[in-house]
């Protein structure tokens, strides 16, 4: 079927990549369909030289109106909204878009005309799951989900390669950063990545400008990195952290973009979750191999700060027991499975 499809996800890494089994879907059940993705710039590099994607649009959820309805112009005949954005459904309704596929619980939600009836504060299933589960707005029936895979050129792999010159294996990608959960201690990322060292691993930092900042300040001001750690974090754009990654044999992070990039790239994963309810490794696990680290705390439905009792529940998580988690996912690869410590 010849028909112009624009999957909208335009916020976070994980989130997008946790789209795209919508994309491989719609290859599927609707041959000679044209997939197109509405995504941020930043995060938009993620997309290139996958099969099952045309192309893609961006736009910045800030940009004024205009640019907004210029993004659903040009031959669009649906837009799947993965996730209401309520700025993006009026532009959509505005360009007369002939089909609006979203979510129908929002006030807003008339402004499509395609509505699927599905809480996801319910965290039920998996993210990629509610996803796909979209497509029943165009009749289908949606497939059980595949993993999301990423594409890395063969040159890409090589500079990645290089990348981790002169460093011992195993390799080991530690990613202090993140936005959407909760975070480690960097002063804890730090001995870790230094245990590490200490026992022969080759250990890359990686993480924005930002992040750099923040845990340069907090972790590294007053001590000296082993030669068996390389710090790029503020130094790697998207497809190149996408090629460093792709030539780690695990990735360490919390519940970020990352981990679902190095599941993508079939590379196992040491996650480290929160206990927030929106933040349930039954929706947002990492699609691989590894290992979900959770503190054995209650689930609490918002984080408090230091007025909860379990304020401390990141600290759970000790560097012997998140090096242990390593040792076993290297050692003996397998389905992901999750911890409480």
């Known amino acids: 079927?010849?028909?112009?499809?624009?999957?909208?996800?335009?916020?976070?890494?994980?989130?997008?990549?946790?789209?795209?089994?919508?994309?491989?879907?719609?290859?599927?059940?609707?041959?000679?369909?044209?997939?197109?993705?509405?995504?941020?710039?930043?995060?938009?590099?993620?997309?290139?030289?996958?099969?099952?994607?045309?192309?893609?649009?961006?736009?910045?959820?800030?940009?004024?109106l205009a640019e907004l309805r210029r993004a659903f112009s040009q031959g669009v005949e649906v837009a799947v909204f993965l996730k209401p954005f309520r700025r993006l459904m009026w532009a959509a309704w505005l360009v007369r878009v002939p089909i609006r596929i979203a979510t129908g619980y929002r006030w807003y939600s008339p402004l499509s005309n395609r509505r699927i009836y599905e809480h996801r504060s319910e965290f039920s299933k998996h993210e990629s799951?509610?996803?796909?589960?979209?497509?029943?707005?165009l009749g289908l029936s949606p497939r059980k989900v595949q993993p999301p895979t990423l594409f890395v050129t063969e040159h890409e792999r090589t500079v990645g390669r290089s990348s981790w010159a002169n460093l011992p294996g195993p390799r080991v990608v530690v990613h202090p950063g993140g936005f959407s959960a909760r975070r480690w201690r960097p002063e804890s990322y730090r001995d870790l990545a230094f245990e590490l060292a200490q026992a022969g691993y080759g250990v890359m930092l990686t993480g924005s400008e930002s992040e750099k900042k923040e845990f340069e300040s907090s972790a590294l001001s007053t001590v000296?990195?082993?030669?068996?750690?390389?710090?790029?974090?503020?130094?790697?754009?998207?497809?190149?952290?996408?090629?460093?990654?792709?030539n780690?044999?695990?990735?360490?992070?919390?519940?970020?973009?990352?981990?679902?990039?190095?599941?993508?790239?079939?590379?196992?994963?040491?996650?480290?979750?929160?206990?927030?309810?929106?933040n349930l490794p039954v929706r947002w696990k990492p699609l691989g191999t590894g290992v979900v680290l959770r503190p054995d705390v209650p689930t609490c439905d918002k984080c408090i700060g230091d007025a909860c009792s379990y304020w401390d529940c990141l600290d759970h998580f000790t560097v012997d027991n998140v090096a242990a988690a390593i040792r076993?996912?290297?050692?003996?690869?397998?389905?992901?499975?999750?911890?409480?410590v």
Not at 328 to 340: E, Y
């Open 1 to 64: 079927m010849s028909m112009n499809v624009l999957i909208v996800r335009p916020d976070g890494i994980g989130d997008v990549l946790l789209s795209l089994p919508v994309a491989t879907q719609l290859r599927e059940l609707m041959p000679g369909v044209r997939v197109e993705f509405l995504t941020s710039p930043t995060v938009a590099p993620l997309l290139e030289h996958h099969p099952d994607v045309d192309a893609v649009r961006t736009i910045r959820l800030t940009d004024p």
């Open 129 to 137: 799951e509610y996803n796909v589960d979209m497509l029943r707005g």
């Open 224 to 246: 000296k990195i082993p030669t068996e750690i390389k710090n790029c974090m503020g130094q790697l754009s998207l497809r190149q952290l996408m090629a460093v990654i792709a």
């Open 328 to 340: 076993q996912v290297l050692d003996t690869p397998s389905a992901l499975v999750i911890h409480h």
């Open 248 to 278: 780690a044999h695990v990735v360490v992070s919390g519940a970020t973009g990352p981990a679902h990039m190095a599941a993508a790239l079939g590379i196992p994963t040491v996650s480290l979750f929160d206990p927030r309810r929106n």
